[in-house]
Nanobody, 114 residues
Framework: QVQLVESGGGLVQAGGSLRLSCAAS????????MGWYRQFPGKQRELVAA???????NYADSVKGRFTISRDNAKNTVYLQMNSLKPEDTDVYYC????????WGQGIQVTVSS
């Protein structure tokens, strides 16, 4: 059973930074693609960033140059470093693991005040 636990969200002023962490259970972490998605109430969940087992990354255009995704396979953890935050980055952020199916964390709130 895969469990994903997010941490690191909160309230920050525009221009500030936050780092999200997602700790995964199980032994398959190093072999799978991990990602961060976000969703505003009433809107579709959208990809923010993803990192493959080999370390290849891709980002939504809206966060390129500001957000960095990384992973630590020894700790079964994926990170999302978010810099130069904007009010429009306010969302619930979800950790994702792509394995036999999509696995999701419980979501964590990020609020950026103007």
């Amino acid at each position: 059973q895969v469990q994903l636990v997010e941490s690191g969200g909160g309230l920050v002023q525009a221009g500030g930074s936050l780092r999200l962490s997602c700790a995964a259970s199980g032994s398959i972490f190093r072999f799978v693609t991990m990602g961060w998605y976000r969703q505003f109430p009433g809107k579709q969940r959208e990809l923010v960033a993803a990192i493959s087992s080999g370390g290849n990354t891709n980002y939504a255009d809206s966060v390129k140059g500001r957000f960095t995704i990384s992973r630590d396979n020894a700790k079964n953890t994926v990170y999302l470093q978010m810099n130069s935050l904007k009010p429009e980055d306010t969302d619930v952020y979800y950790c994702n693991m792509k394995w036999t199916r999509d696995y999701w964390g419980q979501g964590i709130q990020v609020t950026v005040s103007s």
